[in-house]
């Protein structure tokens, strides 16, 4: 009488198993118990489209393809008898009671209703069923399974062939940012024979001499200093009576973010921040030691794989965490770093550096770095496996950002910061903040300041090399840079070349494949300038910006060519029409359209953003070839983002696309402006609880944001 019921919950069972099997870290023997403790138990939804394993012992393991996550899931659900009558077909029928939902502190939700999962409190897991639809910009991840023979056997191939290939590429790279050096040597030489100063052309040239003579007093001074061990001696050019030097000297070009901050009277200390997919990454706070106290290794160590706890509910008028002195509260900034970088960018220009000159205006600066860094971590992963690697740039923003928001939050007790993102780190913040993506970290961002914003690709796409990785196939570009870290030959190089040559090897290759020059930095510092670059990055997040399949093949990081192409048309025929109104009489396309002369109702049907969506400041840099910032704000001013307030843009003719963070007249042309944009957009609530930044004091900068456009074009 029992056999025809077990036999369903036995199968159900088995086949639970075997997809749990499938996913866990390790493969499962018997006689493991480390494999039972870390076996794949069910799938959580961190978006709809992004499922995490969740192991026996708590463990998270990331990037599983949505139909594997799904069964897991349902097969799950099966065998412990919640609702197995149904089926799957069910849970597809049921559209009306589908959506993905994600609880955040304030209670907020992320609905889709063709996401597949339920909003109903203990809901069955077979109906965390996500949208079968996938976006053409974002395809599926690869399957990892456990190590096996097999997959250790591939994945020893792959790092054998990629440590092979790249390399040749890689020297490819490198042979050819000499070959193209030897012009400009020549030229300087023959300048240097004809009793000219070549370093004279130069903008800032005369700026230069005078840092370097100030530079080399103060390390005079601080060497005579050491000597005498004379306390009140000056320590730093650019030490006052707030800021006490620590270090001083020689520049001894060194890895080391925090002894740069103390260069100039700062410090810095090192949070470990757990991603929701298990990732451990450095978040850097900025902070002045003649008024804060660093927090102990155990408070700054990693927290549990959940963003914005309950636990750590704010809002702006909390009251303020002890470890920060009481009445002396200031308002949090979060910076993300670009490409093959680290957070590190912003702090090499001493009191010109972005972070440190907004930390001595009076922010409370914190620096997030993405997964892998310097130091790849991971809660349960170990560098040689795959699945370490297997993300790319939704996971970075989705889960990197949102971890990274959410800790600075819960330290600092606000409700909202503000986030300062140049190159790459633009790129996260844009598809994080995209409706289909993750909409609600809108709700903890005051304003979104992009430093050369990367959303559309510029002409240097088209050259070769980038032309090369483009057009090879998905296999034969696992082949030549593996499954693994991007070339991680360039970390070794890091480790074995002196400082001032690894400096000076970067920035030619650099220069080569980006097209920019070093003319608006101050020289003396650009070997320090590539110490901190590159880092560890998936070669899959280098697919995904350079393959065949995404980025580069698309130019745009939420839109694809296709649409792209009829959004230009769509520009073209606005035109022409708004021509032909004034000139002829004739109804603008809009008008017949019946949505009136603007069309915004219409031009915004394709929006990448919803309500959610925080205010933008943006500055894009002229003459920047590796992206085309001019054509975002065309997408902006044509009304396509109805949602989004652009409270400030300024194109920078004469800038290169490093140049909004490294050239000498940054602060005057782009600091300045963010500093004031931060504090404007903070909320009332905010403001009486912070001191004023310096600066912000006149009614100017501290009245509130109007609608529209601000800058210029």
Same mark, same amino acid.
């Given at each position: 009488?029992?056999?025809?019921?077990?036999?369903?919950?036995?199968?159900?069972?088995?086949?639970?198993?075997?997809?749990?099997?499938?996913?866990?870290?390790?493969?499962?023997?018997?006689?493991?118990?480390?494999?039972?403790?870390?076996?794949?138990?069910?799938?959580?939804?961190?978006?709809?489209?992004?499922?995490?394993?969740?192991?026996?012992?708590?463990?998270?393991?990331?990037?599983? !393809?949505?139909? &594997?996550? #799904? *069964?897991?899931? =349902?097969?799950?659900?099966? /065998?412990?008898?919640?609702?197995?009558?149904?089926?799957?077909?069910?849970?597809?029928?049921?559209?009306?009671?589908?959506?993905?939902?994600?609880?955040?502190?304030?209670?907020?939700?992320?609905?889709?209703?063709?996401?597949?999962?339920?909003?109903?409190?203990?809901?069955?897991?077979?109906?965390?069923?996500?949208?079968?639809?996938?976006?053409?910009?974002?395809?599926?991840?690869?399957?990892?399974?456990?190590?096996?023979?097999?997959?250790?056997?591939?994945?020893?191939?792959?790092?054998?062939?990629?440590?092979?290939?790249?390399?040749?590429?890689?020297?490819?790279?490198?042979?050819?940012?000499?070959?193209?050096?030897?012009?400009?040597?020549?030229?300087?030489?023959?300048?240097?024979?004809?009793?000219?100063?070549?370093?004279?052309?130069? !903008?800032?040239? &005369?700026? #230069? *001499?005078?840092? =370097?003579?100030?530079?080399? /007093?103060?390390?005079?001074?601080?060497?005579r200093q050491r000597r005498w061990h004379d306390q009140d001696s000056q320590l730093n050019s650019a030490t006052d009576g707030q800021y006490k030097s620590t270090e001083g000297g020689r520049d001894p070009l060194?890895?080391?973010?925090?002894?740069?901050?103390?260069?100039?009277?700062?410090?810095?200390?090192?949070?470990?921040?757990?991603?929701?997919?298990?990732?451990?990454?450095?978040?850097?706070?900025?902070?002045?030691?003649?008024?804060?106290?660093?927090?102990?290794?155990?408070?700054?160590?990693?927290?549990?794989?959940?963003?914005?706890?309950?636990?750590?509910?704010?809002?702006?008028?909390?009251?303020?965490?002890?470890?920060?002195?009481?009445?002396?509260?200031?308002?949090?900034?979060?910076?993300?770093?670009?490409?093959?970088?680290?957070?590190?960018?912003?702090?090499?220009?001493?009191?010109?550096?972005? /972070?440190?000159?907004?930390?001595?205006?009076?922010?409370?600066?914190?620096?997030?770095?993405?997964?892998?860094?310097?130091?790849?971590?991971?809660?349960?992963?170990?560098?040689?496996?795959?699945?370490?690697?297997?993300?790319?740039?939704?996971?970075?923003?989705?889960?990197?950002?949102?971890?990274?928001?959410?800790?600075?939050?819960?330290?600092?007790?606000?409700?909202?910061?503000?986030?300062?993102?140049?190159?790459?780190?633009?790129?996260?913040?844009?598809?994080?903040?995209?409706?289909?993506?993750?909409?609600?970290?809108?709700?903890?961002?005051?304003?979104?300041?992009?430093?050369?914003?990367?959303?559309?690709?510029?002409?240097?796409?088209?050259?070769?090399?980038?032309?090369?990785?483009?057009?090879?196939?998905?296999?034969?570009?696992?082949?030549?840079?593996?499954?693994?870290?991007?070339?991680?030959?360039?970390?070794?190089?890091?480790?074995?070349?002196?400082?001032?040559?690894?400096?000076?090897?970067?920035?030619?290759?650099?220069?080569?494949?980006?097209?920019?020059?070093?003319?608006?930095?101050?020289?003396?510092?650009?070997?320090?300038?590539?110490?901190?670059?590159?880092?560890?990055?998936?070669?899959?997040?280098?697919?995904?910006?350079?393959?065949?399949?995404?980025?580069?093949?698309?130019?745009?990081?939420?839109?694809?060519?296709?649409?792209?192409?009829?959004?230009?048309?769509?520009?073209?025929?606005?035109?022409d029409g708004v021509g032909d109104y004034f000139d002829n009489g004739k109804a603008h396309a809009s008008e017949e359209r019946g949505e009136g002369r603007d069309g915004r109702e219409w031009r915004g049907r394709?929006?990448?953003?919803?309500?959610?969506?925080?205010?933008?400041?943006?500055?894009?840099?002229?003459?920047?070839?590796?992206?085309?910032?001019?054509?975002?704000?065309?997408?902006?001013?044509?009304?396509?983002?109805?949602?989004?307030?652009?409270?400030?843009?300024?194109?920078?003719?004469?800038?290169?696309?490093?140049?909004?963070?490294?050239?000498?007249?940054?602060?005057?042309?782009?600091?300045?402006?963010?500093?004031?944009?931060?504090?404007?957009?903070?909320?009332?609530?905010?403001?009486?609880?912070?001191?004023?930044?310096?600066?912000?004091?006149?009614?100017?900068?501290?009245?509130?944001?109007?609608?529209?456009?601000?800058?210029?074009?």
């Amino acid at each position: 009488m029992t056999v025809p019921h077990l036999q369903p919950q036995t199968l159900s069972a088995e086949r639970y198993a075997n997809q749990a099997a499938n996913l866990s870290l390790l493969p499962q023997d018997n006689n493991n118990a480390d494999a039972h403790a870390t076996k794949a138990v069910k799938a959580n939804f961190i978006t709809p489209r992004d499922p995490v394993i969740e192991t026996a012992n708590g463990g998270r393991l990331p990037a599983v !393809p949505l139909a &594997e996550a #799904e *069964k897991l899931n =349902r097969f799950k659900d099966e /065998a412990e008898h919640h609702g197995s009558r149904g089926g799957a077909h069910s849970v597809r029928k049921d559209t009306a009671h589908l959506a993905a939902a994600q609880e955040t502190d304030d209670g907020a939700t992320m609905d889709d209703s063709m996401s597949g999962q339920s909003t109903k409190a203990g809901a069955p897991l077979r109906t965390a069923f996500p949208s079968s639809k996938t976006h053409p910009l974002f395809p599926q991840l690869p399957l990892y399974g456990p190590p096996t023979l097999l997959r250790n056997l591939q994945s020893s191939g792959f790092q054998i062939t990629s440590a092979f290939l790249s390399l040749a590429f890689l020297g490819t790279i490198v042979l050819g940012s000499l070959f193209t050096s030897i012009p400009p040597l020549l030229s300087h030489i023959y300048l240097r024979l004809t009793f000219r100063n070549p370093d004279a052309r130069r !903008p800032f040239y &005369e700026e #230069e *001499k005078r840092r =370097r003579k100030a530079r080399r /007093a103060s390390a005079k001074a601080w060497k005579r200093q050491r000597r005498w061990h004379d306390q009140d001696s000056q320590l730093n050019s650019a030490t006052d009576g707030q800021y006490k030097s620590t270090e001083g000297g020689r520049d001894p070009l060194i890895c080391d973010v925090s002894y740069y901050a103390r260069r100039v009277g700062l410090d810095i200390e090192e949070f470990k921040v757990q991603t929701e997919d298990g990732f451990i990454i450095n978040l850097w706070h900025v902070y002045n030691p003649q008024e804060y106290t660093s927090l102990s290794s155990v408070h700054r160590d990693q927290n549990e794989p959940i963003v914005f706890p309950k636990r750590y509910l704010h809002d702006d008028s909390a009251t303020t965490p002890p470890h920060y002195p009481p009445g002396r509260r200031k308002y949090p900034v979060l910076l993300i770093h670009g490409l093959l970088q680290s957070a590190s960018a912003y702090c090499t220009n001493n009191d010109d550096s972005l /972070a440190f000159y907004l930390a001595k205006a009076g922010y409370d600066v914190w620096l997030g770095n993405n997964r892998c860094g310097f130091q790849p971590q991971h809660q349960m992963l170990k560098y040689n496996d795959p699945r370490m690697w297997n993300w790319n740039i939704r996971q970075m923003g989705v889960m990197d950002l949102a971890a990274l928001i959410s800790r600075v939050l819960s330290e600092t007790g606000f409700a909202k910061l503000g986030l300062v993102c140049h190159s790459q780190g633009t790129t996260e913040a844009f598809v994080a903040l995209a409706k289909e993506q993750r909409p609600d970290l809108g709700n903890k961002i005051s304003v979104f300041c992009a430093l050369a914003p990367a959303v559309y690709a510029g002409p240097l796409i088209g050259k070769m090399y980038f032309k090369f990785m483009r057009i090879i196939s998905p296999g034969m570009f696992r082949l030549m840079f593996g499954i693994h870290a991007f070339i991680p030959f360039m970390m070794t190089m890091h480790r074995w070349l002196p400082g001032s040559l690894y400096g000076a090897l970067g920035y030619r290759v650099f220069s080569f494949l980006f097209n920019w020059t070093d003319m608006r930095w101050e020289r003396d510092l650009r070997d320090r300038m590539f110490q901190f670059a590159p880092v560890y990055v998936s070669a899959e997040s280098m697919r995904w910006w350079l393959g065949r399949e995404c980025f580069a093949s698309q130019k745009c990081i939420l839109a694809t060519r296709e649409e792209g192409k009829r959004e230009e048309e769509e520009d073209e025929d606005e035109d022409d029409g708004v021509g032909d109104y004034f000139d002829n009489g004739k109804a603008h396309a809009s008008e017949e359209r019946g949505e009136g002369r603007d069309g915004r109702e219409w031009r915004g049907r394709n929006a990448w953003y919803d309500e959610q969506v925080p205010p933008f400041a943006l500055w894009v840099a002229g003459s920047d070839e590796l992206v085309d910032g001019r054509r975002l704000l065309r997408r902006l001013e044509r009304g396509r983002e109805p949602h989004v307030k652009v409270v400030h843009q300024k194109i920078i003719d004469e800038y290169e696309h490093l140049d909004v963070i490294w050239a000498m007249d940054m602060i005057e042309k782009v600091g300045r402006e963010v500093k004031e944009m931060i504090w404007k957009t903070a909320s009332l609530e905010a403001k009486s609880t912070c001191r004023v930044p310096e600066g912000c004091e006149d009614e100017s900068c501290d009245g509130s944001v109007k609608s529209g456009i601000s800058g210029h074009i």
